[in-house]
Nanobody
Framework: QVQLVESGGGLVQPGGSLRLSCVGSGSIFNISDMGWYRQAPGKQRELVARIFSGVTTNYARSVKGRFTISRDNAKNTVYLQMNSLKPEDTAVYYC???????????????WGQGTQVTVSS
């Protein structure tokens, strides 16, 4: 069983910064990618950023240049540094991890419970 726990969310003024952390535990092997998603009230969940095994990253256009995803493999932890925050960044942020079988390529996706980020003056 895999568990992911996010932390670091909170209330911040526009232009401020936050760093989110996600710590994984359990049977974590063969990581395909780790990522951050967010969901605002009444909106679809959307990709924020992903990081792959070769440290390749992918960002949503709306956050590119402001957010940075990174990971510490030894700690099974992924981070999201968020700078120049805007009110439209307000959402619940979810950590995810995708594990892919080395035998048949089957993917398994796990999610954290989410952490609230509110950007408001």
């Amino acid at each position: 069983q895999v568990q992911l726990v996010e932390s670091g969310g909170g209330l911040v003024q526009p232009g401020g910064s936050l760093r989110l952390s996600c710590v994984g535990s359990g049977s974590i092997f063969n990581i395909s990618d780790m990522g951050w998603y967010r969901q605002a009230p009444g909106k679809q969940r959307e990709l924020v950023a992903r990081i792959f095994s070769g440290v390749t990253t992918n960002y949503a256009r709306s956050v590119k240049g402001r957010f940075t995803i990174s990971r510490d493999n030894a700690k099974n932890t992924v981070y999201l540094q968020m700078n120049s925050l805007k009110p439209e960044d307000t959402a619940v942020y979810y950590c995810s991890i995708t594990l892919r079988s080395m035998y048949d390529g089957t993917a398994r996706v796990y999610w954290g419970q989410g952490t609230q980020v509110t950007v408001s003056s």
